[in-house]
């Protein structure tokens, strides 16, 4: 009687999830995982879904992107003209690129820009701080992760002194990713100093009924005077202290600096999240006028789970197409979509040079076993997979021969590409595409290479612990 009766709560609570599952628009590998789990584990599975199955904003969060979206389109459209360029300047590959990001995200091609690439944390942030004690009028700072101690102390006194002197400083901080730092005595300088801070996508128990807490702000962005701008991969934490108990070193990042129009762009973009957050209309200041920085021309492409599609894998899947010579990739976190995987596939097939360069060893197990299952269809077509052996590189670039590169926050997961906010820097530039094809050499010389032979030789037990994590990565 108690075996049958826990039969049909089995039954009952498999098929409710799967109609739940079936009645959602979701990616085959997704759907199937999920099934998977909910069969073999029916209560273990159905709490997960429910939980983190479905990309859950919470109805408030979603009636406010509704009404952001054709906001961010009028201001898009309002650009002033001189900051403006024309797609159709750029070479057939590289217009393709532009014309779907204009198309997807709403921001269009722009020129007059000064970039400058910054290759250790410690350069990244002293130059941070200079520009911040440099401020006249506004700061504003949007980043996943904040971590007191180390050089971050200097940060959180630079914004201090500069909400001192009268200069707007606002912080969003991820409100998972910044957990530590909202009770360090950090947050309460700032605070008490006058910085503006957004706690982004606050998690507690109450919301978990009502939104899926793993749904983050991944950004990294810093705006100074609406003139200066950064972004890439480091998050506002000293890697000499950052989780040095994780068992993989420093983690390695890189950055860039900009002068010019995308700034104040950048700054719209966060701002449209404070938005989402806090309420009230989108309505960043008016357009500076700023004198020519440079001749770079680049395009502000922000991406996040209020879109009903992968607007950053379509991106991807377009410059992996365009391709003709040479794509190199860096990446802490690989696990791609089959059609990611598809493209990278052909790409090698066709000619292609592929390089794709990850950390030997990275924060998460099941990441890495999921990583690791893909490794033999990369390699067996001629994708060169090399192994970074010196720290967690963390920096996320892909060059495209040598004259697009894609540069940011997104890894090459379904974490980026459905769950988080995101933010990347697609630069038409041979100068600076050259500037980080060089640093992703230094990254291959600190790398090791993984031979076909050697990986087809490891056991049989680790073959089938990948495939099984690989089944579920969909899920991670």
Known sequence: MVFSLLSFVYLALALAVSLRIFSRR??????????????????????????????????????RAITLQPQILR??????????VAPATLASGAESISRLATGLAGLPLMGGHRLQLLVDSESIMRTLIADIDAACSTVHLEFYIWSAGGFVDDLVTALVNAAGRGVFCRALMDSLGSRSFFRSTAIERLRTAGVEIVEVLPVNPLRVLFVRLDLRDHRKIAVIDRRLAYTGSMNIADPRFFKQSAGVGEWVDAMVRIEG????????VSLSLTVLQSGGDFAPPQAPALS??????VQIFPSGPQASTRHIEALLLTAIYAARREIVLTTPYFVPSEMLLVALRSAAARGVRVILIVPQKIDSWLVRYASDAYNDDLLAVGIIILHFTDGLLHTKSMVIDEQVTIFGTVNLDLRSFELNFEVSLIVYDQQFSAEVRE??????????????????????????????????????
Do not use: C
């Open 26 to 63: 979701s990616s085959h590998g997704t759907a199937l995982a999920w099934l998977l789990l909910v069969i073999l584990l029916p209560a273990i599975g159905a709490l997960a879904y429910l939980l983190i199955g479905e990309r859950r904003l919470g109805r408030t969060w979603m009636q």
């Open 75 to 84: 201001w898009a459209g309002n650009m002033p003209v001189k900051d403006v």
């Open 261 to 268: 129009p995308a700034a104040w762009a950048l700054e719209a």
């Open 292 to 297: 020519l920085a440079g001749n770079s021309q």
């Open 439 to 476: 640093l992703q050499r230094h990254y291959e010389s600190r790398s090791r290479p993984l031979l076909l032979g050697q990986w087809r030789a490891r056991p049989h037990w680790r073959r089938v612990l990948e495939n099984a994590v690989q089944v579920m990565s969909p899920l991670l």
